[in-house]
């Protein structure tokens, strides 16, 4: 499957920006997907997670009361909506999906897209 990241850009501090992660596999439904994130001289880590069955949801605490994450099918979509956003949530954001990992390690998702960036400035 391959995944299309989109929704980067410059914001200002404090502003919302919706991530989308469009799938060009029509049984995307079916995997579970993920929101990863690379700032400049870090590694990469998990934001946010959810499951093909019953949409179960994952949150990294680090974001847990600013960042949502949703899926519309249909669309074979994933969304990252990020709220209050502050100059530390700068990174390159990437989506992933797998069959049958859904859990927060990295190494484990198959399918990967290219990455968004995001720039917060202060």
């Known amino acids: 499957v391959q995944l299309q990241a989109s929704g980067g850009g410059l914001v200002q501090a404090g502003d919302s920006r919706r991530l989308s992660c469009a799938a060009s596999d029509r049984t995307f439904a079916a995997y579970n997907v993920a929101w990863f994130r690379q700032a400049p001289g870090k590694e990469r880590e998990f934001v946010a997670g959810i499951t093909w069955v019953g949409g179960d949801r994952n949150i990294a605490d680090s974001v847990k009361e600013r960042f949502t994450i949703s899926r519309d099918d249909t669309k074979k979509t994933v969304y990252l909506e990020m709220s209050r956003l502050n100059p530390e949530d700068t990174a390159v954001y990437y989506c992933?999906?797998?069959?049958?990992?859904?859990?927060?390690?990295?190494?484990?998702?198959?399918?990967w897209g290219q990455g968004t960036l995001v720039t917060v400035s202060s």
């Open positions: 992933a999906a797998d069959r049958y990992y859904s859990g927060s390690f990295s190494g484990r998702f198959m399918y």
